[in-house]
């Protein structure tokens, strides 16, 4: 979480000061129907933390992995089994790899780690530079929470019948699962070097307090005491209905920006419109034509000054525009 003097990891100077050792610790419970993918998921979100600070170059990461005693010998051994490798190729992916770590029981599984990067303080992105005409870029879809629950609606006969009712198919909600995997799998690796390539004035990563949580602590710590107003919110395709049906009897606030994320996307301040609509081709120029990740990477609102009477903040702004992808 941030904070005036905490960004969203650890950062300790070494040596003769001008490095830094950047690290952040994460673990979550399983999200995804494939352990691969959950492995995967767990390792992209434990390194979030420090490309939203422009660390892309990581050491090393260390594995922290609960086995569920709930589960039979044969599905710890199949499960545990894909969870790491799915983890350790997430890893190599990001051209580091797990040098330790630690594995005891539990009675349901987690997964995530403690990653570890040394950089030179110039490189840091910091937070708080920040001033009203700048503009926000989100660099992935929300929904996550939402498709996470999907694939166990698909599989609860009451819940999926009001999914039906509400007019989706099959065809479109294992799409959005997949979408939803998709997104958690898909490193900030990219945008983390394209912050630092287009000067970018502060960022976090949109997870656990979701788009307007995290809009909000990035707000609070801007030194020219500007705010965030968030008029575009950016959702997987069928997540948006599912969120004012609600097959759970949750509320998840998907649209209002209050929807916890998974290994969630950068939320980057950029200069102007031009930096930022430069910084989405860049963005979208990493992945191949027939790539959905191809049209991710959306401006999503501004920093504006802040009103007097009004705590600096941020917060979305009613009917905002829904782009589904």
Not at 294 to 304: A, D, H
Request: charged share 20%; net charge negative.
């Amino acid at each position: 979480m941030l904070t005036e003097d905490s960004p969203d990891c650890s950062m300790v100077p070494v040596g003769d000061g001008e490095r830094v050792l950047v690290s952040s610790t994460d673990f979550l419970s399983p999200i995804s129907q494939d352990p691969f993918h959950q492995g995967w998921i767990a390792a992209a979100n434990t390194l979030s933390d420090l490309y939203a600070v422009g660390a892309d170059d990581i050491n090393n990461i260390l594995m922290i992995l609960t086995v569920s005693m709930k589960m039979s010998p044969l599905e710890q051994t199949v499960t545990t089994k894909k969870m790491i490798e799915g983890f350790n190729a997430c890893c190599e992916e990001a051209g580091t790899k797990v040098t330790g770590g630690q594995t005891v029981f539990n009675p349901w599984p987690l997964l995530g780690g403690c990653a570890m990067a040394t950089m030179l303080q110039s490189q840091l992105v910091t937070t708080d530079r920040a001033v009203p005409g700048n503009v926000i870029v989100l660099t992935k879809p929300l929904g996550t929470q939402v498709t996470g629950n999907l694939a166990l609606w698909m599989m609860n006969e009451a819940q999926w019948g009001k999914v039906v009712k509400a007019g989706l198919d099959v065809e479109t909600c294992t799409r959005a699962v997949k979408m939803g995997d998709l997104s958690m799998m898909t490193l900030n690796k990219n945008g983390c070097r394209l912050m630092r390539e287009f000067g970018a004035l502060g960022a976090t990563d949109v997870t656990g307090f979701g788009l307007v949580g995290h809009a909000d602590n990035l707000a609070r710590v801007q030194k020219s005491g500007a705010s965030i107003e968030i008029d575009t919110v950016p959702t997987i395709q069928g997540c948006k209905t599912l969120s004012m049906v609600r097959p759970n009897g949750r509320d998840y606030g998907l649209l209002e920006g209050r929807a916890a994320e998974t290994s969630g996307g950068l939320l980057v301040m950029l200069r102007d419109k031009e930096t930022a609509e430069k910084f989405i081709a860049a963005l979208r120029a990493c992945y191949s034509d027939d790539d959905p990740r191809r049209e991710w990477g959306w401006i999503v609102g501004r920093v504006v000054e802040t009103k007097k009477g009004d705590k600096q903040g941020a917060k979305v702004l009613p009917d905002p525009n829904v782009i589904e992808v």
